[in-house]
């Protein structure tokens, strides 16, 4: 395991700090397999500070992907799994009456920890749905007119199934407006597939990820480091203008009746800025905004109903503002 501190304290190496984190995908891939662009999505926002949206159908590993992510961290972690019986304290906590002080205390509910697992987030009511919007806004639960600081670093990764419709509730605007991606976890390749019947008939448990040889490669430091050095990735003004020009595309687009709000452009400014230092470099290209447009903006828009019975998806629509709008030199 790599060691996250030194003599001096936590790691100021931007470059160990990136290889810690790139050790991650070697980690991850003893238990998940070929869902890289899955994995850097939840690398890219542990770097920005923010919340990521897992869809895909049953069975494709979202929850082991969580779960392989959250073992090769030095991070705690807690699952929820969300059902339409879900009360908003379930999750944040409550105030319980001791009867040996007569006094009420908070009991802390699941949120309070690094890496929240919400499991089927889609199948709770819009009032338990909400009950994450401060946390993952503020960063803190406030209950009883107190406010309660949440660890950091702090990320809920939420799942959802894309097809299965009945008993559940999707998603407000304000509530995926928070989450920074919107990762699709596809179905695997038929290599991929026969990869992980190997393993599984090679004994491998995906509930004990441990036997699998998963181990925490990377803690709070490195990760503190990571997004320092992040933030002294520069942008130039033709980058930032770049940005603004795509998602103000999107409010202009005729197959979309919501687009991108302005807090979508600092989002995928803030995700092309991790994905280029990941990459090595310090500075932001036109190719880093290109890169994390999709799952950085696909979940911010909304699709006319009449391009959506066309087959329109906002995948295309995205990918066409890309190809329309000038690139700078």
């Not at 990136?18 to 238990?31: G, Q, T």
């Not at 949206?53 to 082991?64: D, F, I, N, Q, S």
């Not at 009511?125 to 503020?138: G, I, R, W």
């Not at 600081?149 to 407000?172: I, K, R, S």
Request: aromatic share 4%; charged share 25%.
């Amino acid at each position: 395991m790599m060691d996250p501190t030194t003599d001096n304290g936590p790691t100021a190496d931007p470059d160990r700090a990136r290889a810690s984190l790139e050790a991650l995908r070697a980690e991850i891939s003893k238990a998940v397999v070929g869902q890289d662009p899955a994995v850097t999505g939840l690398v890219v926002a542990l770097l920005c500070r923010g919340h990521v949206l897992l869809e895909g159908v049953p069975g494709v590993a979202k929850t082991l992907l969580v779960r392989a992510l959250a073992s090769s961290l030095e991070l705690d972690t807690k699952r929820v799994q969300f059902t339409p019986d879900l009360m908003p304290s379930d999750v944040t906590g409550s105030l319980v009456y001791d009867a040996r002080t007569t006094e009420f205390s908070f009991q802390p509910g699941p949120v309070f920890t690094n890496l929240l697992l919400a499991d089927e987030i889609n199948r709770t009511p819009p009032k338990t749905q909400s009950s994450l919007l401060e946390a993952m806004e503020e960063r803190q639960v406030t209950v009883d007119g107190t406010a309660r600081p949440l660890p950091d670093p702090f990320l809920v990764a939420a799942t959802q199934n894309p097809v299965e419709y009945e008993g559940t509730y999707p998603l407000p605007e304000a509530q995926l407006d928070r989450f920074l991606l919107k990762l699709t976890v596809p179905l695997p390749s038929r290599q991929d597939e026969i990869d992980v019947l190997t393993r599984h008939a090679e004994g491998f448990n995906p509930r004990d990820l441990r036997a699998a040889g998963v181990r925490p490669v990377a803690g709070p430091a490195d990760l503190e480091a990571a997004r320092t050095s992040v933030a002294k990735t520069s942008v130039s003004p033709e980058i930032t203008a770049y940005v603004v020009d795509v998602c103000r595309a999107t409010r202009d687009s005729p197959s979309l009746t919501l687009g991108v709000s302005p807090r979508g452009a600092t989002a995928l400014l803030s995700t092309a800025r991790a994905w280029a230092w990941l990459t090595g470099r310090d500075y932001v290209i036109p190719d880093d905004v290109k890169a994390l447009a999709l799952p950085t903006l696909r979940h911010r828009v909304q699709l006319r109903p009449e391009a959506e019975m066309e087959g329109v998806t906002t995948d295309s629509v995205i990918n066409a503002i890309l190809a329309q709008v000038p690139v700078p030199r």
